[in-house]
C-alpha cells in the first residue's frame, strides 16, 4: 500500500529547523571544546564524559515523545530506541563515575561496558519492528539482505579493525570477547538501519535516515575506539568521541521529526525497492570481496576472511532463490489477473454491445472515435462508418443549440454526467428522439474521452405525449377540459389584436341528472360525447369548445368584432340543440342554459371571464333555465353581496348581532293573549336591522339554520321563563319557534329542544314548534323525530297551511296540534268567494280533529270579525299587535288585564270589531 506524503504543518517545519540548528551547534560545539581542550585537560575531560551522556539522555527523552505520538509499531520501535539510548546513557555514566568522579583508569571490562553492550538489542529490536514489507517473501528478502550486508561489513571491519584487535590479545578471554562485540553489534546495526531506510515509506523515511546516521556515527565512534585502544594510543580526550554526540543527538533529531510529524497507522508497504536500495545491498559485499581477495592473494590467507566470504554467497545465492521464487509467484497471479481482466473486459464488451443504449467515446471538439456495435442495432449505422465525424452531423438541426450547451456544461464538469434531449438521425432518413447522456472521462487515465450513452426514448416520448393529451383533455368527450380552457383563454388574451375581443360562453345542461338517472352511466357518457361533438360543429374555425365537468360545457371565441356575435352564437347553439339526441333508441331533447362574458377591457384575465360567465349562467338559470344571459355587473355585484352577507351571518352568533322579536298570537272570541311567535332578527353592523326575509333562506341553503335555530330555541325558552317569573298570569303563555326544512332534518333536533328548555327551566309543553312549508314531512326518520318532541311534551304545528306542499295526509298521520292558516286566504277572503270557501274548509277541518285553528295575517277588523264568525280559534297580525322587542313585550304584559290565569288585550276592541 503506497503511503501517502504527510501534509506538514507549519509550525513542524519550524520546529524541526529550531531543533536541527541546536544539534547542530551542540555537535560543532563539542568539537571546538575537545579540539582546543579549554579550560584544560580535566575540564574538557568531563565536558566529553558528561556530554556524551546528555546526548543519550537527549535521545532517549526524544525517543520517549516520538513513542507517545506515534502507533502500533512504530511507537513501540521508538519506545526500544528510547530505552537503547537511555542503558547506553547509564553505561557512559558509569565510566564518567569512574573517570572524572575517581579519578582513576575505567578498568575492563567494567559496568560501563554492561551498560554500552545492553544498549544494542533494545536498538536491534527497535529497528526490527519499524513497519516494512507484508509479504513473507519480501520479510526474508529484507533478513537476508541484513545478513548479506552485516556478513560483508563484518569482513571489511575484520580487515581493517576487528582483525588487528582480535590477533593483539587482551588479558583474558572475557575482555577478548567485550573487545569484540563492540564492532560487531554495531555492523548488525548499521546494516539494518541502512537497509530500514531502503524499506520505509517516504512519510516516515526522513526520521529514519536521521536514525540510520545516528548509529552509524556510532559505529564509526566505536571501530575508531577500538582500533585505538588496540595500538594505545586512546587517551582521555579523542576527536574520535564526537560520533557518539552527533549520533545520539541525530537519533534525537529523527525522534524529533516522528514527534512533530507521526506516520500513519500502517505504513508497512509491498512497493518494489528503488535502485539505490539494491546497490546499497550489493556494494558492501563487491568491496567485502575485494579486500577478501586482496588478504589472501598479497599474504597469509585469513580463514575467517574466507568462511565470512563463503557466507555472504551463500546468503546472496538464497537470496536471489527466493527472489526468483517469489517473481515466479508474482508472475502467475500476474497471469491470473490478466484472464480475470480480459474476461472482464469481455463481459464489459458484451454488456456494452448488447445494452440498451449505443455508446460513442469522442475527443474535446465532438469528433467520435470509437461507436459501439450495438448503433447497428438502433440507427443501422456499422461502427466504422461515423468515426471522424462530429455528433452533431447525426442530430435534428433545431437539437444542435441544446447539445451544443449540454456539451459545454460536461467539459466544464468533469465525470458528471450531463443529460441531453435530442432527436437522433436514422440511416434511413428517420428522426429517433434520444436521451444523450455526456459524461467527461477527458481527464481520467481511461478512456481519456468524452462519452455518450445515446438511448432511444421513441416510447417513451409518445408515452408523454400521451400523458400530456390525458391530462388537458376530458376523457369522455375528447375535449380540452378546465385547465387547458383556462390556459388557451390566458393565450387568447395574450394575443388579441387590436379592434378584436374575446368573450366565453358558459353552458350547462339543465336538469341532466334526471337524464343520467334514466339512462345510466354509460348512455349518459354516450349523450355527453353527442353533446361535445354538437358544439364542435356550431362554432366557427378556430374558436374552442371544452367540457368544464359534469354537464358544463364552454366555448372560447377568440376573435369578436362586436358585442352581438357571442349573442347570436348563444341563439344558434339553442336552435340547434332543439334535434333531438338518439340515445338507446330513444329520443332526448335537451335544453340549455348559458351565460356570456366578453372581455370589458385588457385587464380581464381568463378567470375573470370565466367567472363572469358563470355568473351569468346562474342568472340565467335562476330565471328559469332554457335561455342565456349576458354578464352584467350587477350580477357580481349581487354575488359579492350574498357572499359577504354568508360571511357576516356565520359570524353573527358569536358577536352577538341577533336579536329576537316576539309576536303576540290571541283568542278571538275574546281577545285572551294565548303566547308569542319568536322572529329573529339581525342586527347588522353595516345594514342595520335585517329582515329574516333577507338571510333566513340564505342560512337554510348554507347549513347556517342549525346553529341559527338552536340559538333561536334557547334565547325564546329563556325569554319565555323570563316573563312566567316576572307576570305570574302569564304562565300559560306558549312560546313558537319556527323550524326549516334544514332545522327539521337535524339529527340533534331533539336534544338541542331538551337542552333549550332544561337550561331555561322552561316547560316543553308551553313550547310550539311551527312546522314551515318548505319542511320536508316526509321520511322515517323525520316522523320519529316529531314523535319523540310530542311525547315530551312540545306541541307542533302546521304553519301557512294551504299554501305550502303539506298535504292533507300530514293532519291525519302527524302529531300536528295547531294548523295556521295560511295569510294569503285571510288577505282575499272579502274579495274572493273561493278563497272564503277555502278558509271555511280549513277552520272546519282542523275544529273537526280537535286542533286548533289559527289564523295569520290579520291586519283589519273585517277579517277579524269574519274569521271570529266562522270559529276561527285565534290568531295574529298587525290589527292585534305588530312584532315587539323583549322590552315591548314586557310592556304589553305589563298593559294587559289579568283574568284569573289569563291576560286579556286591553288595546283590542271586540265590540268594534264583531
Known amino acids: 500500500m503506497r503511503s501517502a506524503l504527510p501534509v506538514v504543518p507549519r509550525h513542524a517545519t519550524r520546529d524541526f529547523a529550531i531543533a536541527a540548528a541546536l544539534v547542530a551547534s551542540l555537535t560543532l560545539g563539542f568539537v571546538t571544546w575537545i579540539y582546543f581542550r579549554i579550560d584544560g585537560v580535566h575540564v574538557s575531560e568531563a565536558v566529553d564524559d558528561f556530554g556524551e551522556c546528555g546526548a543519550a539522555l537527549i535521545a532517549a527523552a526524544a525517543g520517549a515523545v516520538a513513542a507517545w505520538r506515534n502507533v502500533g509499531r512504530t511507537r513501540l520501535a521508538w519506545a526500544l530506541l528510547a530505552a537503547s539510548a537511555l542503558v547506553w546513557a547509564g553505561g557512559e555514566a558509569a565510566w564518567s ?15 560501563a561496558d554492561a551498560g554500552y553492550l545492553a544498549a544494542v538489542p533494545f536498538a536491534i529490536a527497535g529497528i526490527a519492528l519499524f513497519p516494512g514489507r507484508l509479504r513473507l517473501a519480501s520479510r526474508v528478502t529484507f533478513a537476508l539482505d541484513g545478513g548479506i550486508m552485516a556478513g560483508a561489513l563484518l569482513l571489511i571491519s575484520w580487515a581493517t579493525v576487528l582483525g588487528p584487535v582480535y590477533r593483539a590479545g587482551s588479558d583474558t578471554p572475557l575482555s577478548a570477547i567485550i573487545g569484540l562485540a563492540y564492532p560487531i553489534s554495531d555492523v548488525v546495526i548499521a546494516a539494518m538501519a541502512l537497509l530500514l531506510v531502503g524499506r520505509t515509506p517516504s512519510s516516515t523515511r526522513f526520521a529514519l535516515a536521521l536514525v540510520a546516521a545516528g548509529l552509524i556515527g556510532n559505529l564509526l565512534s566505536d571501530s575508531a575506539f577500538a582500533y585505538l585502544t588496540t595500538n594505545q594510543t586512546y587517551g582521555p580526550i579523542q576527536l574520535v568521541d564526537t560520533g557518539w554526540i552527533a549520533g545520539y543527538l541525530l537519533l534525537a533529531l529523527g525522534a524529533v521529526r516522528a514527534a512533530l510529524i507521526p506516520g500513519a497507522r500502517s505504513q508497512s508497504t509491498d512497493q518494489p ?237 339543465d336538469d341532466f341528472k334526471l337524464v343520467n338517472d334514466a339512462l345510466g352511466e354509460r348512455a349518459s357518457d354516450d349523450l355527453l360525447g353527442m353533446i361535445g361533438g354538437r358544439l364542435s360543429k356550431l362554432i366557427p374555425p378556430g374558436d374552442v369548445v371544452a367540457r368544464m365537468g359534469a354537464d358544463e360545457f364552454a366555448v372560447l371565441m377568440q376573435s369578436v368584432v362586436h358585442d352581438e356575435q357571442p349573442v347570436r352564437l348563444a341563439e344558434r347553439i339553442v336552435e340547434h340543440f332543439k334535434a333531438p339526441f338518439k340515445v338507446q333508441e330513444r329520443e332526448i331533447i335537451l335544453r340549455l342554459s348559458m351565460g356570456i362574458a366578453a372581455q370589458a377591457s385588457h385587464e380581464d384575465t381568463a378567470e375573470t371571464l370565466m367567472r363572469n360567465a358563470d355568473i351569468a349562467l346562474n342568472a340565467a338559470k335562476a330565471k328559469g333555465k332554457g335561455r342565456y344571459e349576458r354578464y352584467q355587473p350587477q350580477q357580481h355585484a349581487a354575488l359579492s353581496d350574498r357572499m359577504d352577507l354568508e360571511s357576516d351571518l356565520a359570524r353573527a352568533i358569536e358577536r352577538r348581532q341577533l336579536v329576537l322579536h316576539y309576536q303576540p298570537s290571541v283568542r278571538l272570541r275574546d281577545g285572551v293573549l294565548l303566547g308569542f311567535e319568536a322572529l329573529v332578527r339581525w342586527n347588522h353592523p353595516r345594514r342595520g336591522l335585517v329582515s329574516p ?42 312560546i313558537s319557534v319556527n323550524v326549516s326544512r334544514r332545522g327539521l332534518e337535524d339529527a340533534d333536533l331533539v336534544a338541542d329542544v331538551a337542552t333549550a328548555c332544561t337550561a331555561a327551566a322552561f316547560a316543553p309543553a308551553r313550547l310550539v314548534l311551527e312546522l314551515t312549508h318548505g319542511a320536508s314531512l316526509k321520511g322515517s326518520d323525520t316522523l320519529a323525530r316529531l314523535l319523540a318532541l310530542h311525547e315530551s311534551g312540545v306541541r307542533l304545528a302546521l304553519d301557512d297551511f294551504g299554501a305550502g306542499s303539506a298535504p292533507l295526509t300530514a293532519l291525519r298521520d302527524l302529531p300536528v296540534d295547531i294548523v295556521k292558516l295560511d295569510h294569503s286566504f285571510v288577505a282575499r277572503m272579502g274579495a274572493n268567494a273561493t278563497d272564503a270557501t277555502v278558509a271555511r274548509a280549513v277552520i272546519d277541518l282542523g275544529n273537526t280533529l280537535g286542533m286548533m285553528t289559527m289564523a295569520d295575517g290579520i291586519e283589519r277588523s273585517e277579517q277579524f270579525s269574519a274569521l271570529r264568525a266562522i270559529g276561527c280559534v285565534a290568531g295574529q297580525g298587525y290589527f292585534l299587535s305588530r312584532p315587539l322587542a323583549a322590552a315591548g313585550v314586557e310592556r304589553l304584559l305589563a298593559d294587559c288585564d289579568a283574568a284569573g290565569d289569563e291576560l286579556r288585550l286591553r288595546s283590542l276592541r271586540l265590540e268594534k270589531a264583531g
Open 273 to 509: 525497492q528503488g535502485g539505490w536500495t539494491l546497490v546499497l545491498i550489493y556494494v558492501p559485499v563487491a568491496v567485502a570481496a575485494v579486500i577478501a581477495v586482496l588478504k589472501n592473494v598479497g599474504g597469509a590467507s585469513d580463514p575467517l576472511l574466507l568462511w565470512d566470504l563463503l557466507a555472504v554467497v551463500a546468503l546472496v545465492i538464497m537470496r536471489q532463490f527466493i527472489v526468483l521464487w517469489d517473481n515466479m509467484r508474482l508472475n502467475q497471479r500476474l497471469q491470473a489477473q490478466s484472464a480475470a481482466l480480459r474476461e472482464s473486459e469481455g463481459q464489459l464488451r458484451s454488456l456494452v454491445q448488447n445494452s440498451g443504449d449505443a455508446v460513442m467515446l469522442a475527443y474535446a471538439d465532438g469528433t467520435v472515435r470509437f461507436v459501439s456495435t450495438s448503433i447497428d442495432r438502433f440507427f443501422a449505422y456499422s461502427p466504422t462508418e461515423l468515426i471522424g465525424r462530429p455528433i452533431t452531423e447525426l442530430l435534428h438541426p433545431e437539437d444542435r443549440a441544446a447539445f451544443t450547451v449540454g456539451l459545454q456544461k460536461s467539459l466544464a464538469a468533469s465525470a458528471h454526467p450531463i443529460p441531453v434531449s435530442c432527436r437522433f438521425r436514422h440511416k434511413l432518413g428517420s428522426w429517433t428522439h434520444c436521451q444523450v447522456t455526456i459524461t467527461n472521462l477527458l481527464h481520467q487515465s481511461s478512456p481519456q474521452a468524452l462519452v455518450f450513452n445515446i438511448r432511444d426514448v421513441t416510447d417513451r416520448k409518445e408515452m408523454e405525449e400521451r400523458l400530456a393529451h390525458l391530462a388537458s383533455h376530458d376523457p369522455v368527450t375528447g375535449l380540452p377540459n378546465r385547465l387547458s380552457f383556462r390556459n388557451q383563454v390566458d393565450e387568447a388574451l395574450e394575443r388579441t389584436a387590436p379592434l378584436l375581443a374575446v368573450a366565453v360562453l358558459a353552458v350547462d345542461i
Open 693 to 734: 326575509a333577507d338571510f333566513i333562506a340564505l342560512a337554510d341553503e348554507t347549513g347556517l339554520i342549525v346553529p341559527l335555530q338552536r340559538w333561536v330555541l334557547g334565547q325564546a325558552c329563556a325569554d319565555g321563563r323570563h316573563w312566567q317569573v316576572q307576570f305570574p298570569p302569564a304562565q300559560a303563555l306558549q
Open 97 to 111: 563515575y569512574f573517570e572524572i568522579i575517581r579519578g582513576q583508569q575505567v578498568p575492563f571490562p567494567s559496568l
